[in-house]
């Protein structure tokens, strides 16, 4: 699997669009970019993903350039609940032995008021 | 949300002892991952299994074994514990092959876990 390098920390305006980027430049054609958030010690919870076109779900936007090589996470309207780890994995879609789902450090979201 | 749970939510064992984790999902997910948490580092992949008897280790898997007898439950053992194995404990499953190509994972709440 492909590996992702996120900034350490961002801080957002609550409001403000919150965008989140990662860099994945050895992602292959087939592997999919998987957004997820960690609230304090929760469980991981699945946000978004994608493979090439650009995604959008009640939660969030994802934009995935055109060489694939990265991606933002975009929050259209951050708010305190939103303050959490941000993940971005790379995996391929997982019809074979090689659907291994490796986390990186995250990107620590601080949303304040 | 995803039918996941994990067993126990909390333990506390004393160093040697064996540890069994049990994590159980209703989804029928082909894949079934263990990671484990610690301060300042994220989320790492201890082992994970994609299919009924079909493991694999993942970045973390020196003193922990395995096995998925059945579709719905991976067990994580501690074959003899030690306080460098004191963590948060997370499961996660997924479909894997969906009918989009590719699906989300779901994660249980996590077992906090002390070796004293």
């Known amino acids: 699997d492909a590996k992702t390098t996120q900034p350490t920390s961002m801080d957002c305006a609550e409001g403000r669009a919150a965008n989140l980027p990662c860099n994945h430049s050895?992602?292959?054609?087939?592997?999919?970019v998987y957004w997820y958030r960690q609230i304090h010690s929760q469980g991981p919870q699945y946000i978004i993903h994608?493979?090439?076109n650009n995604e959008t779900n009640e939660m969030a936007s994802l934009i995935i350039t055109e060489d694939r090589k990265s991606s933002t996470l975009i929050l259209p309207h951050a708010t305190l609940r939103d303050t959490a780890v941000y993940y971005c994995?790379?995996?391929?879609?997982?019809?074979?032995?090689?659907?291994?789902?490796?986390f990186g450090q995250g990107t620590t979201l601080q949303v304040k008021p | 949300d995803a039918g996941i749970t994990q067993s126990p939510r909390h333990k506390v064992t004393e160093t040697g002892t064996p540890v069994t984790l049990r994590c159980h999902q209703t989804e029928n997910h082909r894949y079934m991952y263990w990671y484990r948490q610690d301060p300042g580092h994220g989320l790492r992949l201890i082992h994970y299994s994609y299919g009924v008897k079909d493991t694999d280790k993942g970045e973390v898997s020196d003193g922990y074994s395995v096995s998925r007898s059945k579709t719905e439950d991976f067990l994580l053992t501690l074959e003899s514990a030690t306080s460098s194995q004191t963590s948060v404990y997370f499961c996660?499953?997924?479909?894997?092959?969906?009918?989009?190509?590719?699906?989300?994972?779901?994660f249980g709440q996590g077992t906090r876990l002390t070796v004293v």
């Open positions: 994608g493979l090439k």
């Open positions: 050895t992602i292959s054609g087939n592997e999919y």
């Open positions: 994995i790379v995996r391929l879609p997982g019809s074979s032995n090689t659907g291994k789902l490796i």
């Open positions: 996660a499953s997924t479909a894997g092959q969906g009918r989009l190509g590719a699906t989300e994972a779901f």
